[in-house]
């Protein structure tokens, strides 16, 4: 079974531009979630998808948006970008299941904004 | 909220040491437990689960982590650390009742040395 796959894995925008990452999560997986990860704070969860709807979201601006699609491909949204947007972005696809919630992470895609 | 504390951002090993890393949740009620492993430039990739069926649970690459209630611990051991063990290590909790909202500790880097 193919894993969690993103893209692109690299980007270099500059500030105030926006941004779209994707993500395709393993097959059968309808659950998907994204992560920013820096140095500095580690992991912080933006918000998952799940059946097309916003299931759960973390504490980000407004600027950090997403979406997911009837095949549960999800796509992360970020405009007017800010250095400090600058992270590794993390999806990752479940079952959403009691017992079998564990997730499962794509590769990431590495932001720089300049 | 749940949270998650790893005690110690560095651990160091020397090869065929015993390695021990510590996770703490603050929780009432047993939650779901997890410990990825992040090598550099890579996703997250899941070592093990605790689900309720077993206090000891074994995982991949010969690491296992005991549940402790009393202590609200999840510590993670590999009774003889290798080269390839280093990398980053997250402890990740989620609730009963929100079992897909994960809650990442901020990561202990092992470093094995020869």
């Known amino acids: 079974k193919a894993g969690v796959t993103q893209t692109p894995r690299y980007l270099i925008k500059t500030r105030g531009q926006q941004v779209t990452l994707s993500c395709s999560p393993i097959?059968?997986?309808?659950?998907v979630s994204w992560y920013q990860q820096t140095p500095g704070q580690g992991l912080q969860f933006l918000f998952e998808?799940?059946?097309?709807?916003?299931?759960n979201k973390g504490n980000f601006p407004g600027r950090f948006s997403g979406r997911q699609f009837s095949n549960s491909r999800s796509e992360m949204n970020v405009s007017t970008l800010e250095l400090g947007d600058s992270a590794l972005y993390l999806c990752a696809s479940s079952l959403r299941l009691a017992g079998h919630n564990e997730q499962f992470f794509g590769p990431g895609t590495r932001l720089t904004v300049l | 909220a749940q949270s998650v504390t790893q005690l110690g951002s560095h651990v160091s090993v020397s090869e065929g040491a015993l390695v021990l890393l510590r996770c703490n949740y603050s929780s009432s009620v047993p939650p779901y437990l997890f410990w990825y492993v992040q090598y550099p430039n890579q996703g997250l990739q899941l070592l093990l689960k605790?689900?309720?069926?077993?206090?000891l649970v074994k995982g991949i690459n010969g690491f296992e982590a005991e549940f402790k209630k009393s202590e609200t611990s999840f510590h993670l051991t590999k009774p003889s650390a290798h080269m390839s063990d280093a990398a980053e290590y997250f402890c990740?909790?989620?609730?009963?009742?929100?079992?897909?909202?994960?809650?990442f500790g901020s990561g202990t880097k092992l470093n094995v040395k020869p």
């Open positions: 990740a909790v989620s609730d009963q009742d929100n079992f897909n909202k994960f809650y």
């Open positions: 998808y799940f059946s097309e709807t916003q299931r």
């Open positions: 097959s059968g997986h309808r659950s």
């Open positions: 605790y689900t309720s069926a077993a206090t």
